[in-house]
């Protein structure tokens, strides 16, 4: 069974930091990332990574966050500094495996990261 399993969220006070982890099983995927939600908003792509190291990154948090991933643990990180307010959202893993035939999509269950005094 392939599982995306995240854990790291929390509330936390403006212009401080927070590591969300995410647990991947069942599968290797080829990408992993994150996207985050508010209601009332589109879902938002915040970053990925590659198997081989490559980043994206969305322009709202440039510079502030940062993706990482370890294969040996088949675990992606995502380092968030200098949280804003409008940062606050829920923030969900997913992971794509790419077969031969087509691309698969995993999501977790989603973390909620609040940033409030």
């Known amino acids: 069974q392939i599982q995306l399993v995240e854990s790291g969220g929390g509330l936390v006070q403006p212009g401080g930091s927070l590591r969300l982890s995410c647990a991947g099983s069942g599968a290797i995927f080829s990408i992993m990332g994150w996207y985050r939600q508010t209601p009332g908003k589109q879902r938002e792509l915040v970053a990925t990574?590659?198997?081989?190291?490559?980043?994206t990154y969305a322009d709202s948090v440039k510079g502030r966050f940062t993706i990482s991933r370890d294969s040996t643990k088949n675990t992606v990180y995502l380092q968030m500094n200098s949280l804003k307010p409008e940062d606050t959202a829920v923030y969900s893993c997913?992971?794509?495996?790419?077969?031969?035939?087509?691309?698969?999509?995993?999501w977790g269950q989603g973390t909620p990261v609040a940033v409030s005094s």
């Open positions: 997913t992971a794509q495996r790419i077969t031969v035939w087509r691309k698969y999509d995993y």
């Open positions: 990574i590659t198997e081989d190291g490559r980043t």
